[in-house]
């Protein structure tokens, strides 16, 4: 999806750069199938998610020519529509699939406005607007990044019982990341961690989203 | 065989000792490891230094050696580590990351693509990014 953007605008100097939170081995065939021609980064550690203090895939940061943040970082275009699918089927009706595409879409729209129209775009913030949005990491958050990240040194270096320990540390000390419990939980045969244990802990989110929904324009 | 992780860097210290919640390192390899010099002003890198008051100098700076974990835990950054494996993680806490991000420019990084060439936000300064993130699973 970010594809079409990158091609309509890269000669007006807008870059898109890919964050996969992800092992290379489990990112290579999605890239490789396709194919996109910006750059695809493979975060095995989850560095990015620990110094912009980000919780979920999929999120962004809106970064201008001087380097200085425009958006905060924020989910970028997902939706809690799939808390309302066929869990046995795995599928959506048609009017959840439509509901969940307008709101993907209207989030692509602001970035095209904001690829096209710079400072004047009305989806890129002010300052003030910005640093109230931006949320501050507290200490159990940095100590949470720490422990994955010794997980997955040991995950690498064949000490998986070892690993799991210290992500169980960092998901108790960070509950509110999606990333560090996805990356470190049991996946299914299509390398999807959304079995049972997924759908219990969304479902524990009651009234909470998944994907907090932002306010584009505000 | 000790290996220090600290931002994205792992590097190997042979001479590592590891006491309890301590670990010590010669000054060289606490800079090769971290980045971060002990110099009579502070804890330094580049132009920054940060002081460490003298009591607490005197606890962590013993025969030409630096508990790093100590260290790091006074300056309020997470420490992480696995006695069994000898590997010790060396973060940075929450209130730097934050201070980082409240000043707006945003925090830069280098990573790998798949081919293994590494690329660094900085790179692209003069262009709009959009740094965003997604997972296999």
């Given amino acids: 999806m970010w594809q079409a953007i990158f091609d309509d605008y890269k000669a007006k100097g807008f870059m898109v750069l890919a964050i996969a939170m992800d092992t290379p081995d489990a990112a290579r065939p999605w890239i490789e199938a396709a194919k996109p021609t910006y750059p695809c ?3 095995r550690d989850h560095h990015v998610a620990d110094i912009y203090n980000m919780v979920n895939v999929p999120q962004a940061v809106w970064i201008d020519e001087q380097g200085l943040m425009v958006r905060p970082p924020e989910n970028a275009g997902g939706s809690d529509v799939f808390r309302q699918m066929d869990r046995q089927a795995r599928t959506l009706a048609p009017d959840l699939v439509a509901e969940r595409d307008r709101l993907k879409a209207r989030y692509v729209a602001a970035i095209r406005d904001w690829a096209a129209n710079g400072p004047q775009s009305r989806f890129a913030m002010d300052r003030d607007k910005l640093k109230a949005r931006l949320r501050p990491a507290d200490r159990s958050i940095g100590e949470a990044h720490a422990a994955f990240r010794l997980g997955t040194w040991l995950l690498r270096n064949g000490r998986s019982d ?4 210290h992500f169980t540390e960092a998901s108790r000390l960070h509950p509110q990341s999606w990333n560090i419990w996805r990356q470190a939980a049991t996946k299914d045969q299509s390398g999807l961690a959304t079995g049972p244990a997924f759908f219990a802990r969304v479902d524990a989110l009651d009234s909470r989203t998944y994907y ?3 306010n584009l324009e505000g | 065989m000790t290996t220090i992780l600290h931002e994205t860097t792992e590097t190997v210290c042979p001479s590592a000792r590891a006491d309890g919640a301590a670990l010590w ?6 800079e090769r490891a971290t980045g971060w010099a002990l110099k009579p002003e502070g804890l330094c890198r580049d132009a920054l230094c940060i002081p460490i008051p003298p009591p607490l100098r005197s606890t962590l700076v013993k025969n030409e050696a630096i508990d790093a974990a100590g260290l790091w835990s006074s300056l309020g950054n997470p420490v992480a580590h696995d006695e069994g494996n000898a590997v010790w993680l060396l973060g940075t806490g929450s209130g730097q ?5 409240e000043t707006l420019e945003a925090p830069d990084f280098a990573l790998p693509d798949l081919a293994g060439v590494s690329h660094r936000l900085a790179d692209y300064r003069g262009r709009k990014v959009l ?5 296999s699973w």
């Fill in chain 1, 41 to 43: 980064l493979i975060d």
């Fill in chain 1, 162 to 165: 070892d690993a799991a320990r």
């Fill in chain 1, 212 to 214: 907090e929904q932002v």
């Fill in chain 2, 25 to 30: 390192l010669s000054a060289p390899d606490l």
């Fill in chain 2, 97 to 101: 990351r934050s201070a980082a991000l």
């Fill in chain 2, 131 to 135: 740094v965003v993130s997604w997972a």
